[in-house]
């Protein structure tokens, strides 16, 4: 017999605290302490007065069941009137305060859980709420108007994310509770700028005159901080800090004083029609000077869609652009202020610059950086990652370079075993050991802690490539050259994408991305080879012939031999090929 699917209809409400990760930094002893004495004390005999059950805690929030409606509406506002009464009493950096959803709808009874869409909208919902505010679905004003002496402000109708149809949204604002004392007067924080590179995200301006796009706007801001929080060598600050400056008009240096950051990045939404127009701006707070600007135009045929690709561009954009700024400031410090930040930045201008000599002097700059401070990851990670660099590029006793990459690598795993740059440097060295299936679940764990890291998404795409699966290894390379089309290792990245399409015979396509790699900054010193064999394959043969003779000028001493030994030891991938790609040379004229 097939047991039938309990539901009923009911009032839920889902509350969770504003700013809980940026609370249990400062203070994770005294955070949870105050959430504890706030249920005890208030919270939990508001929940039984109104009739309601806590179905469940989320850490930092609650999901509350309740049979009537109106019982529900009262418990969320009296809540929150009687929390904004003891954060009057607190330090502003201590106080506790939620946003709190409620929504009536249909549930699925799972044991003592509760699912389904009336579950999920009343999440989606109080996400929308105000700080210390309470959202209410369309359908919940209709049966609390005329119950309760509350007023609420119609915001529309809004999409929510997985939710089919929009759902009409009433907002109570938090300044419709008592109004708190006014805590005494305190001096501002003097912030100094932290050890790495810092930077705020300042709410994104609404240029549109249609309030709805407010949340659009919000959400821009919120998910960019999301995802740039996700680079460990980046300090973020949290959006309960950078929103403080919502609707407010203030220089760069002004958020550089309140929050102690060099970088800050701003922006714009303007909607016209089914179009969206949205501008960001980063900026160097210690010139005020702008160091990288866009504009993006879409269509707004799926709004969370268009939010996602945009986030996605701009921080593909924005982490690159501040590494870049970094190594530059690095260079400009005089040598008896060298820390081991500024050091392990004049080490990758090294890393960057893949020159024979530039690789040789990177190596010893991150060993002497390990020797200096044997607690810090990073330096770990690309005492790894250079030595394999030099002797793909330049030669050099293969095995010494993969045991001492592999110790470095594994050093740096013991220090920071959840750190993206660790877990590349070992699956990389896995890579180059030939021991494909290890180096894809490596670099798969980096890219799933930060899936906006390029060179992460790049290494995914190279060790499937080294494991000769080059279709799968496109799909990533091409989202890496989507993630940071102006990245440092971009003749990297278009090398191996086009060696990929060699590989599987699509040789117009080769030539492209090969050509694009030798234009780009620091190319691979082999790239031209298959560039040359791609145009010959494609019946270019003219241009194949020039792009041969621009190698020769390079390496002089190039023949078939060579090349052969050189594919042989660094692309064994490639054998199945390597018979048409050096019978394609031999055609232009490379010597044997």
Not at 337 to 345: E, K, T
Not at 485 to 513: K, N, T
Request: net charge negative.
């Amino acid at each position: 017999m097939i047991e039938q699917t309990q539901r009923r209809l009911a009032a839920i409400v889902s509350a969770d605290v504003v700013g809980y990760s940026r609370l249990m930094g400062v203070d994770e002893t005294g955070t949870l302490a105050a959430l504890r004495a706030h249920r005890a004390e208030m919270i939990d005999a508001k929940i039984a007065e109104h009739g309601g059950r806590i179905v469940k805690t989320m850490g930092d929030g609650l999901l509350l069941e309740f049979p009537s409606v109106v019982n529900a509406t009262a418990c969320a506002v009296q809540m929150q009137e009687s929390m904004a009464l003891r954060n009057a009493e607190v330090a502003e950096d201590q106080r506790i305060v939620f946003r709190i959803g409620v929504n009536l709808g249909d549930i699925i009874i799972e044991g003592d859980d509760i699912l389904g869409d009336g579950v999920n909208i009343a999440a989606r919902i109080e996400a929308l709420a105000e700080p210390g505010g309470v959202a209410i679905a369309g359908r919940v004003y209709e049966d609390v108007r005329d119950r309760l002496d509350v007023t609420f402000t119609d915001t529309g109708e809004q999409s929510l994310k997985n939710i089919t149809r929009p759902v009409r949204v009433w907002q109570w604002s938090a300044s419709e509770a008592p109004a708190p004392a006014a805590p005494p007067a305190q001096e501002p924080l003097s912030l100094t700028l932290p050890d790495k590179p810092s930077i705020a995200v300042l709410p994104f301006e609404n240029r549109s005159g249609d309030p709805e796009q407010e949340f659009f706007a919000d959400g821009m801001a919120e998910d960019i901080i999301t995802a740039l929080s996700q680079f460990e060598w980046l300090l973020v600050i949290a959006r309960s800090s950078t929103f403080s400056f919502k609707g407010r008009s203030v220089s760069s240096a002004e958020v550089s004083e309140a929050l102690g950051v060099r970088y800050v990045l701003g922006g714009s939404v303007r909607k016209a029609g089914n179009r969206v127009r949205i501008t960001a701006e980063l900026v160097d707070t210690s010139t005020s000077s702008p160091i990288w600007s866009n504009r993006y135009d879409r269509e707004l045929e799926d709004i969370f869609a268009v939010q996602d690709e945009i986030t996605e561009a701009i921080v593909g954009s924005v982490a690159p652009e501040i590494d870049e700024a970094e190594r530059r400031l690095a260079q400009r410090h005089p040598p008896e202020s060298l820390d081991v930040w500024v050091r392990y930045q004049r080490a990758l201008i090294g890393y960057f610059s893949s020159t024979s000599d530039s690789l040789k002097s990177a190596i010893e700059q991150f060993d002497q950086i390990n020797e200096l401070d044997p607690t810090y990851a990073p330096a770990f990670a690309m005492a790894s990652h250079v030595r394999l660099r030099s002797v793909v590029l330049f030669g050099g006793d293969w095995d010494e370079a993969s045991q001492l990459a592999e110790a470095k690598a594994r050093a740096a795993m013991v220090l920071e075993p959840l750190n993206p740059l660790c877990l590349l440097a070992l699956g990389r060295v896995y890579s180059f050991q030939e021991r494909h299936e290890l180096a894809i679940t490596k670099t798969k764990e980096a890219v799933a802690l930060n899936p906006n890291f390029a060179l992460a998404v790049f290494y995914l795409g190279f060790s499937l490539f080294r494991a000769g699966r080059f279709e799968d290894a496109i799909a990533h390379l091409d989202r890496a050259i989507r993630l940071s089309p102006r990245d440092m290792f971009s003749s990297g990245f278009f090398a191996i994408r086009g060696i990929s399409s060699f590989c599987l015979g699509r040789y117009e396509e080769a030539a492209e991305w090969a050509l694009r790699s030798c234009d780009a900054p620091n190319p691979r010193p082999r790239v031209g080879l298959w560039a040359t064999a791609a145009l010959q394959k494609s019946g270019r043969g003219q241009e194949a012939r020039a792009a041969l003779s621009d190698h020769l000028r390079k390496i002089p001493s190039e023949t078939i031999t060579t090349f052969r030994a050189f594919l042989q030891r660094s692309h064994p991938e490639s054998a199945a090929s390597m018979d048409d790609l050096l019978d394609a040379l031999r055609e232009v004229g490379l010597p044997e």
